[in-house]
């Protein structure tokens, strides 16, 4: 997993990194939108989130709709649209949206597309490298809470290759994410089996060696530790336990000697 990793950071700096020769504006491939939900006539509100992209707001809020009644004011998105909270963009809080058809979304969010000649995954991964990050934090403002404004955004430099390229760099990010993505699985998997197995075998052993229960003798409660000693063959060769019950406190004191009680 960590070598593919360090495959896609390595590929994303390389190739974003500003080429002199070929550099321009993100403004210059993009286009801000603003269409609102008038009528109400989508009903799926989204969120943003540095990890996860695009989300439902209520999984966001933990099934708490947060939303206004009215959502005529909230912009709409489709698929392949980007969106950034201009206010927590700097931890990463930009995202494209692959995972809906459409949806909408806060009107505090900045929501654009990529021009017909730029392929969207491409921006997509540009919003990962370092060079982006630098980048953004020159073209922070606010006092109190610092924020992006779309006009920042455009003025941050840009090397676009050709149309054929980009298309062929995003598709090997994306599979380099896929394939992080199914081994992430596949480990977590694996541990979940580990435990499972490990308590199994802890289970077991303790009722080989140790089986606590409550006993009653001479009108009291005494703890009883039961364990198996040995087995014992017979002439047909079946086996079967030795059980030993042996009473807490003489536990305790003699351990499993039988001879010293």
Not at 45 to 63: A, C, D, T, W, Y
Not at 109 to 130: L, M
Request: aromatic share 14%; net charge positive.
């Amino acid at each position: 997993i960590r070598d593919f990793e360090v495959r896609r950071s390595a590929i994303i700096e390389i190739e974003y990194t500003p080429n002199n020769k070929n550099t321009s504006h993100i403004g210059d491939v993009i286009e801000q939108i603003s269409k609102r939900n008038k009528n109400n006539t989508i009903q799926n509100v989204l969120s943003v989130s540095n990890r996860q992209g695009f989300i439902k707001q209520s999984e966001q809020f933990e099934n708490r709709y947060v939303a206004s009644e009215d959502t005529s004011n909230y912009k709409i998105v489709e698929r392949n649209d980007f969106a950034f909270n201009p206010a927590r963009i700097n931890v990463g809080s930009i995202a494209r949206l692959t995972t809906f058809e459409n949806g909408i979304v806060s009107p505090m969010y900045i929501c654009f597309r990529t021009q017909e000649n730029v392929a969207p995954e491409y921006i997509d991964f540009f919003f990962e490298s370092k060079h982006f990050y630098c980048e953004i934090q020159k073209r922070l403002e606010g006092s109190v809470r610092q924020c992006l404004s779309f006009e920042g955004l455009c003025n941050i430099p840009f090397s676009l290759p050709s149309l054929e390229m980009q298309q062929r760099i995003g598709k090997r990010l994306f599979t380099l994410g896929q394939k992080i993505k199914t081994e992430t699985d596949l480990l977590e998997l694996l541990n979940k089996q580990k435990q499972y197995l490990l308590r199994g075998c802890v289970i077991s052993l303790w009722r080989t060696l140790f089986v606590f229960s409550p006993f009653s003798r001479y009108g009291t409660e005494k703890n009883v530790f039961i364990y198996n000693k040995a087995q014992t063959f017979t002439s047909s060769g079946f086996a079967f336990p030795q059980k030993i019950c042996i009473f807490a406190e003489n536990f305790f004191k003699y351990g499993k000697d039988t001879n010293k009680i």
